[in-house]
């Protein structure tokens, strides 16, 4: 089945201890995204792949890092999360055509103490 | 500069009664428009886009979306809502990159008996 995978799903964690959020993509996919949602905000894109070692910033990406060493996985990394980035992250691939639309995967909902 | 704003926050409904999400984008290029739409506690999944072409865009579920270039535009209806159709939704606009979709905040749509 074609899809996006998001691990851990749910996780609850202290300010400042590092964490990473997993995601894969089984659709040979060349773009991959990170995005977080807020209530009343919507959804601001966090980073962005366009391929292998391509990677470049969205809106927030403050207190946020990726990577991109694999076409499949794109995980997004918090060096030392802060409360404010508690929130619903989505991560989502397309292939490299505008033409298509984004697959999402289905959430990882964080919460910093 | 891209922008979307969805103009309603929340929007309430009875059960088969017709129903308009509303949506309005501002970019200086061309542009291909989304609506997502989320159901509780699940990502994203297309509703349906306009790449070109036909402006009256039919999706899943019976919505269906006009693009109005000269209105900057591109409203989702549906002529009878289910109590399935409760959920969350987004509408986008990505330009010729194709890789930066903006999001709205998004609509509560709130279907009742």
């Known amino acids: 089945e074609a899809q996006v995978t998001q691990n851990p799903r749910y996780l609850i964690t202290v300010t400042g201890k590092k964490l990473t959020v997993t995601c894969s993509q089984n659709?040979?996919?060349?773009?991959m995204s990170w995005y977080r949602q807020d209530p009343g905000l919507g959804l601001r894109q966090i980073y962005y792949?366009?391929?292998?070692?391509?990677?470049d910033k969205g809106d927030v990406p403050e207190g946020y890092k990726v990577s991109r060493k694999e076409k499949r996985n794109f995980p997004l990394i918090l060096e030392s999360p802060s409360p404010n980035q508690t929130s619903l992250y989505f991560c989502?691939?397309?292939?490299?055509?505008?033409?298509?639309?984004?697959?999402f995967g289905p959430g990882t909902r964080l919460t910093v103490l | 500069a891209q922008s979307v704003t969805q103009l309603d926050s929340q929007v309430p409904v009875f059960e088969e009664a017709p129903v308009e999400l509303r949506c309005n984008y501002s970019s200086s290029v061309s542009v291909y428009l989304f609506w997502y739409v989320q159901y509780p506690n699940q990502g994203l999944q297309l509703l349906l886009k306009y790449l070109s072409g036909s402006t009256l865009v039919k999706g899943i579920n019976g919505f269906e979306a006009e693009f109005n270039k000269s209105q900057t535009s591109f409203h989702l209806r549906k002529p009878s809502v289910h109590i399935s159709d409760t959920a969350e939704y987004f509408c986008a606009v990505s330009e010729n990159s194709g890789y930066a979709l903006n999001f709205g905040k998004g609509t509560s749509l709130l279907v009742t008996p």
């Open positions: 989502a691939s397309s292939p490299a055509s505008f033409l298509v639309h984004w697959f």
């Open positions: 659709m040979n996919h060349e773009y």
């Open positions: 792949s366009m391929n292998v070692e391509v990677t």
